[in-house]
């Protein structure tokens, strides 16, 4: 079974502060990933990782940034939040080799007021 | 045209019917195929993986794959009240693409 946890899970803030989100997984996983998810709509890839110091843009554009300095751990920043920024982020993780079965964190519902 | 397609929802069948999702993919050399369920304001999870030509079953849920065709389909048999959710297919070459999903309704 996946290990992997976000924090915080709900998260309301005002508009211009810097976030950081967390992602971390137990799996010793490779490769992790940030989507970006609206209520009820499509999941959106916004960043991903194939390993420590590696990180790279996903398919929809975002303002956030993400490192990766640790094999477990996953943080994405928002240096000023905003309103367009209210949305759900989940966090996904995979074995390097093999299916590309991917495992999600509960995931993290941010408001920014 | 969308990487994967799903049959838009959403889908509303009587407790104890099957309910049958459809997805289509457009990259030949996809490899890996999976189905996720997805309760609202949660996080997917993954239900069933399928990786070769024909059915693979679990419990009430049964894929189908035909590389052929490139269509891969869930099957979900006497659904529960607790099989309300959105499914998912999501297709693997080096990457995974998601489909948008369709919304399954299970009425009691």
């Known amino acids: 079974e996946a290990d992997i946890y976000q924090t915080p899970r709900y998260l309301v803030i005002g508009t211009g502060k810097k976030i950081t989100l967390e992602c971390s997984q137990t799996m010793g996983h490779d490769k992790m990933y940030w989507y970006q998810q609206d209520p009820g709509m499509e999941l959106h890839l916004i960043h991903y990782?194939?390993?420590?110091?590696?990180?790279e843009k996903g398919d929809l554009s975002s303002e956030s940034t993400v490192s990766r300095i640790r094999t477990e751990h996953f943080p994405l920043t928002l240096e000023s939040a905003r309103p367009s920024h209210t949305s759900q982020y989940l966090c996904?993780?995979?074995?390097?080799?093999?299916?590309?079965?991917?495992?999600f964190g509960p995931g993290t519902r941010l408001t920014v007021l | 045209q969308k990487e994967v397609e799903q049959n838009s929802g959403p889908l509303s069948v009587p407790e104890g019917a099957i309910a049958s999702l459809n997805c289509t993919y457009s990259?030949?050399?996809?490899?890996?195929f999976f189905w996720y369920r997805q309760y609202s304001g949660k996080s997917p999870e993954l239900i069933m993986s399928i990786y070769s030509n024909g059915d693979k079953e679990d419990g009430r849920f049964t894929a189908q794959l035909n590389k052929a065709s490139q269509y891969v389909s869930l099957l979900i048999r006497d659904s529960q009240p607790s099989d309300s959710a959105t499914y998912l297919c999501?297709?693997?070459?080096?990457?995974?693409?998601f489909g948008a999903g369709t919304t399954v309704t299970v009425r009691a």
């Open positions: 999501a297709v693997s070459d080096y990457k995974l693409s």
């Open positions: 990782s194939y390993g420590v110091n590696s990180t």
């Open positions: 990259d030949r050399v996809s490899q890996s």
């Open positions: 996904a993780s995979t074995r390097t080799s093999g299916t590309n079965e991917q495992f």
